[in-house]
Nanobody, 121 residues
Framework: QVQLVESGGGLVQPGGALRLSCAASGNIFSIYVMNWYRQAPGKQRELVARITRGGSTTYADSVKGRFTISRDNSKNTVYLQMNSLKPEDTAVYYC???????????????WGQGTQVTVSS
Protein backbone atom coordinates (compact mmCIF):
# COMPACT_ATOMS: atom_id res chain seq x y z
CA GLN A 1 0.00 0.00 0.00
CA VAL A 2 1.43 3.34 -1.10
CA GLN A 3 0.47 6.60 0.58
CA LEU A 4 1.29 10.18 -0.38
CA VAL A 5 0.76 12.69 2.41
CA GLU A 6 0.92 16.43 1.76
CA SER A 7 1.51 19.11 4.37
CA GLY A 8 2.29 22.79 4.58
CA GLY A 9 -0.83 24.40 3.18
CA GLY A 10 -2.61 27.29 4.82
CA LEU A 11 -3.66 30.91 4.62
CA VAL A 12 -1.11 33.48 3.52
CA GLN A 13 -1.25 37.11 2.46
CA PRO A 14 -0.45 38.16 -1.11
CA GLY A 15 3.30 38.36 -1.56
CA GLY A 16 3.87 35.75 1.12
CA ALA A 17 5.44 32.31 0.94
CA LEU A 18 4.58 28.72 1.77
CA ARG A 19 6.45 25.45 1.49
CA LEU A 20 4.52 22.30 0.68
CA SER A 21 5.85 18.84 1.39
CA CYS A 22 4.70 15.45 0.16
CA ALA A 23 6.07 12.24 1.61
CA ALA A 24 5.52 8.90 -0.08
CA SER A 25 5.48 5.79 2.09
CA GLY A 26 4.72 2.12 1.81
CA ASN A 27 5.94 -0.56 -0.56
CA ILE A 28 7.97 1.47 -3.06
CA PHE A 29 10.68 0.17 -5.37
CA SER A 30 11.43 3.43 -7.17
CA ILE A 31 9.81 6.81 -7.73
CA TYR A 32 10.37 8.26 -11.19
CA VAL A 33 8.52 11.55 -11.66
CA MET A 34 6.96 13.60 -8.87
CA ASN A 35 4.48 16.35 -9.63
CA TRP A 36 2.48 19.07 -7.97
CA TYR A 37 -0.96 19.79 -9.40
CA ARG A 38 -3.56 22.28 -8.24
CA GLN A 39 -7.28 22.70 -8.66
CA ALA A 40 -9.13 25.94 -8.02
CA PRO A 41 -12.91 26.02 -7.51
CA GLY A 42 -14.71 25.61 -10.82
CA LYS A 43 -11.49 24.93 -12.74
CA GLN A 44 -9.74 21.87 -14.05
CA ARG A 45 -6.78 20.37 -12.26
CA GLU A 46 -3.55 21.74 -13.73
CA LEU A 47 0.09 20.76 -13.54
CA VAL A 48 2.12 23.24 -11.50
CA ALA A 49 5.58 21.68 -11.44
CA ARG A 50 7.33 18.41 -12.24
CA ILE A 51 10.64 16.90 -11.23
CA THR A 52 12.30 13.75 -12.48
CA ARG A 53 14.37 11.39 -10.37
CA GLY A 54 17.47 13.00 -11.82
CA GLY A 55 16.32 16.49 -10.87
CA SER A 56 15.09 17.90 -14.17
CA THR A 57 12.24 20.33 -13.58
CA THR A 58 9.30 21.76 -15.50
CA TYR A 59 6.99 24.58 -14.44
CA ALA A 60 3.70 26.03 -15.54
CA ASP A 61 4.19 29.47 -17.06
CA SER A 62 2.04 31.01 -14.34
CA VAL A 63 4.48 30.01 -11.58
CA LYS A 64 7.87 30.29 -13.28
CA GLY A 65 10.26 32.39 -11.25
CA ARG A 66 8.08 32.16 -8.13
CA PHE A 67 7.81 28.43 -7.34
CA THR A 68 10.61 25.92 -6.92
CA ILE A 69 10.15 22.16 -6.88
CA SER A 70 12.74 19.89 -5.29
CA ARG A 71 12.95 16.34 -4.00
CA ASP A 72 14.87 14.20 -1.55
CA ASN A 73 15.09 10.72 -3.05
CA SER A 74 16.40 9.24 0.21
CA LYS A 75 13.17 10.33 1.92
CA ASN A 76 10.79 9.78 -1.02
CA THR A 77 9.71 13.37 -0.50
CA VAL A 78 8.95 16.22 -2.86
CA TYR A 79 8.73 19.89 -1.92
CA LEU A 80 7.19 22.98 -3.46
CA GLN A 81 8.55 26.32 -2.32
CA MET A 82 6.03 28.99 -3.26
CA ASN A 83 7.13 32.63 -3.11
CA SER A 84 5.43 35.88 -4.12
CA LEU A 85 2.06 34.22 -3.79
CA LYS A 86 -0.92 35.74 -5.56
CA PRO A 87 -4.67 35.36 -4.93
CA GLU A 88 -4.90 33.36 -8.16
CA ASP A 89 -2.62 30.72 -6.61
CA THR A 90 -5.49 29.81 -4.28
CA ALA A 91 -6.33 26.16 -4.85
CA VAL A 92 -6.11 22.67 -3.46
CA TYR A 93 -2.60 21.41 -4.20
CA TYR A 94 -2.12 17.72 -4.94
CA CYS A 95 1.02 15.64 -4.96
CA UNK A 96 1.38 12.97 -7.64
CA UNK A 97 4.02 10.30 -8.04
CA UNK A 98 4.85 7.99 -10.93
CA UNK A 99 6.37 4.96 -9.28
CA UNK A 100 6.95 1.23 -9.29
CA UNK A 101 6.13 -0.83 -6.20
CA UNK A 102 8.27 -3.78 -7.28
CA UNK A 103 10.95 -4.26 -9.91
CA UNK A 104 8.58 -6.40 -12.01
CA UNK A 105 5.51 -4.21 -11.47
CA UNK A 106 4.36 -1.66 -14.03
CA UNK A 107 4.71 2.02 -13.30
CA UNK A 108 1.58 3.60 -11.86
CA UNK A 109 0.30 6.98 -10.67
CA UNK A 110 -0.49 7.69 -7.04
CA TRP A 111 -2.11 10.80 -5.58
CA GLY A 112 -2.16 12.54 -2.24
CA GLN A 113 -5.32 13.80 -0.58
CA GLY A 114 -4.58 17.46 -1.28
CA THR A 115 -3.76 20.48 0.85
CA GLN A 116 -5.54 23.82 0.71
CA VAL A 117 -3.58 26.96 -0.12
CA THR A 118 -5.44 30.25 0.28
CA VAL A 119 -3.86 33.56 -0.67
CA SER A 120 -5.90 36.44 0.69
CA SER A 121 -5.54 39.66 2.62
Amino acid sequence: QVQLVESGGGLVQPGGALRLSCAASGNIFSIYVMNWYRQAPGKQRELVARITRGGSTTYADSVKGRFTISRDNSKNTVYLQMNSLKPEDTAVYYCNADLRVEIVAPRADYWGQGTQVTVSS
